[in-house]
């Protein structure tokens, strides 16, 4: 059981970048409701060539309209492997966007499971991808995205042999230009 719900974060590199790698076996459960906007799991502020490897299962609860972030990649040619499942636990709708890259070179790449009551899934941006191998991918959210992008700088959003489920009662299933998208053998 790991406590994290205040300051929010696993991994978070603040000023202090570098190169390294982070190999991380373990279940990340977080049972305490919350409403963190600037925090993720794994946030990556700075950096040139890091690594992280996680391989587990993440729950987080979330009682408003925030919730938290699970990547958030804003570190040049950083790379985050989540191998594993993902629960957004809890009866407020998750507004933070769960796997984010935001940066040139910068990856996230996830392969298992993610559900719960989330509005947006993936966000890449400034030259960042978001590559989802081999998931099945749901959300309750009435608004769901499953991708966002803002900026003028083209990013890629890759689905492969994937399943992707959304409530979608309002709102766009995609939203934005300058992007690429690569669906191979998946359905959403």
């Not at 993440?58 to 925030?66: P, Y």
């Not at 399943?163 to 939203?175: L, P």
Request: net charge neutral; with cysteine; proline share 1%.
């Amino acid at each position: 059981y790991v406590p994290f719900a205040l300051t929010g974060s696993i991994v978070s590199t603040g000023s202090n970048g570098g190169t390294w790698t982070l190999n991380l076996n373990a279940d990340l459960n977080d049972k305490q409701n919350n409403s963190i906007t600037g925090v993720g799991l794994f946030y990556l502020q700075t950096g040139n060539g890091c690594i992280i490897n996680y391989n587990g299962k993440i729950n987080t609860k979330t009682n408003s309209g925030v919730g938290r972030f699970i990547v958030g990649n804003n570190s040049n040619n950083c790379i985050v492997n989540l191998n594993g499942e993902i629960d957004m636990m809890g009866s407020g709708t998750t507004s933070n966007i769960i796997l984010q890259a935001y940066s040139s070179g910068t990856k996230v790449n996830f392969n298992g499971e993610i559900k719960g009551n989330y509005s947006f899934l993936a966000h890449p941006r400034i030259g960042g991808s978001v590559n989802i191998f081999n998931s099945k991918i749901s959300s309750t959210a009435e608004d769901f995205k499953m991708l966002d992008h803002t900026d003028t700088t083209t990013s890629t959003f890759r689905l492969d042999n994937s399943k992707i489920e959304g409530k979608n009662d309002v709102g766009t299933f995609a939203d934005g230009q300058y992007l690429n998208v690569l669906i191979n053998n998946s359905s959403i």
